[in-house]
């Protein structure tokens, strides 16, 4: 499926600022899954874009604004194509995570990090659904996934922060997109089973209810769902709050150890200023060359 998105974010201060300097993560990924096509990024006042990709893959375009303004506007444009992922077929045995080259490799998404540091709290019923599982590394994913997707409820009111522990996620039952993939990375890490946040966006009207809207152009918010990694597979994408693998409705930014290494903008400024910010994303859905030509 091929999508055109439109990321469009404001900063309105009550006063002029200076020297704003930013980071913005908007472009969507190029992988097996998907392919970038166009990207394009504008701001007002007119700044010079430079881009790089970080540590962890994802594209980062940085920009600075030197002078006084009162209003700064962000505007992303993309397109992308995005293809059903792979099916996994592996069945590893729990044993291999615990292969020394397997856990080099991965050992950034086996270590705690600031939105995911567990305690025993976390950790035991963690282990009790991978028993659960039996000796299955694919059984023992999908433990977790459903334990998630099934006993806790999407929040609403929007009634938490980004910086919430999974503990308090876990106690309460409750929380959005964010949390519950915080929190099943946690479950994951504290287990032995490589796990990262992944960022991005859902073509849903409701990021809960995760249905296939009948409108080819919809407004959406950020999303976010996990990867795992299966020995002889790779890293299989599972999105805990609609109970269900990523499809081709999943428009994956990037990843990392969790919120904060894909933070979608990010920034300093010079000045005493309070700000106000909107953020406004359109997604555009259209058939892909190749499903025309069939």
């Known amino acids: 499926m091929r999508y055109d998105i439109v990321f469009t974010t404001v900063f309105d201060y009550d006063g002029p600022v200076a020297e704003s300097q930013n980071e913005l993560r908007a472009a969507p990924a ?8 166009h990207y394009d990024v ?47 077929t592996a069945s590893p045995r729990r044993y291999e995570l615990e ?25 035991v019923p963690a282990r009790e659904r991978v028993e659960e599982a039996g000796d299955d590394v694919v059984g023992a994913v999908l433990s977790l996934h459903r334990y998630i ?21 876990l106690a ?8 519950f993939a915080h929190l099943m990375v946690g479950m994951c890490r504290s287990v032995g089973i490589p796990a990262r946040y992944v960022s991005g966006y859902l073509f849903a009207r409701d990021g809960q209810a995760g249905d296939d809207p009948a409108d080819d152009r919809i407004e959406v918010q950020t999303h976010a769902w996990v990867e795992v990694a299966i020995p002889g597979h ?36 010079s000045g005493s200023a309070e700000h106000t910010l909107g953020e406004h994303v359109e997604l555009r859905r259209m058939v892909a060359a190749q499903q025309q030509q069939q």
């Open 42 to 88: 504008r701001t007002r006042p007119s700044s010079r874009v430079w881009s790089y990709s970080d540590y962890w893959g994802t594209r980062v375009d940085t920009f600075g604004v030197r002078a006084a303004h009162d209003r700064l506007e962000v505007t992303a444009e993309a397109t992308v194509e995005t293809s059903v992922p792979a099916r996994v």
């Open 30 to 37: 190029s992988d097996g899954r998907q392919q970038l096509l």
């Open 234 to 269: 790779g890293w299989w994408g599972l999105d805990p709050t609609n109970r269900q693998e990523i499809g081709v409705r999943h428009i994956k930014i990037g990843h990392g150890r969790d919120y904060d290494d894909v933070t979608p903008l990010r920034g300093v400024y």
């Open 172 to 179: 309460s039952r409750r929380g959005v997109c964010q949390d």
């Open 149 to 169: 997707g099934t006993g806790f409820e999407y929040d609403q009111d929007g009634d938490t922060y980004v910086g919430v522990p999974i503990e308090e996620v």
């Open 99 to 123: 292969d020394p080259a397997f856990r080099d490799l991965h050992l950034d998404y086996l270590s705690r990090s600031p939105h995911v540091s567990w305690t025993e709290d976390i950790a």
